[in-house]
């Protein structure tokens, strides 16, 4: 069974950088689509990102579109996401999943097509 572990994150001031970053054991992410979402206290979890098996083909709400930057290394069996200009709004925990069926705009931000969360990694913004 595939375990998603996520790391790199951190108290960071507004306008300020952090890369997260979702390990794989147990199993190859290579053969999956992959996504990060966020969680805030009392909120909903929201979709922030995806990306395709190739790495080609991002996806990401608009509310980071700019901003964050989704990335894969397949060989390190890894997962990135680069956030800049970070905002008091982006403080949230942050998971990593996978996900079996091809990204779609309609679909990409339903956490149910999304599987194997890892436990998340929290990025606190100050202002």
């Known amino acids: 069974q595939v375990q998603l572990v996520e790391s790199g994150g951190g108290l960071v001031q507004a306008g300020g950088s952090l890369r997260l970053s979702c390990a794989a054991s147990g199993g190859t992410l290579s053969s999956y689509r992959m996504g990060w979402f966020r969680q805030a206290p009392g909120k909903e979890r929201e979709f922030v990102a995806a990306?395709?098996?190739?790495?080609?083909?991002?996806y990401y709400a608009d509310s980071v579109k700019g901003r964050f930057t989704i990335s894969r290394d397949n060989a390190e069996n890894t997962v990135f996401l680069q956030m800049n200009t970070l905002k008091p709004e982006d403080t949230a925990l942050y998971y990593c999943?996978?996900?079996?069926?091809?990204?779609?705009?309609?679909?990409?931000?339903?956490?149910?097509?999304?599987?194997?969360w890892g436990q998340g990694t929290q990025v606190t913004v100050s202002s």
């Open positions: 999943a996978r996900r079996l069926l091809a990204i779609t705009i309609e679909t990409m931000g339903n956490p149910l097509l999304y599987r194997d």
């Open positions: 990306i395709s098996l190739s790495g080609y083909n991002t």
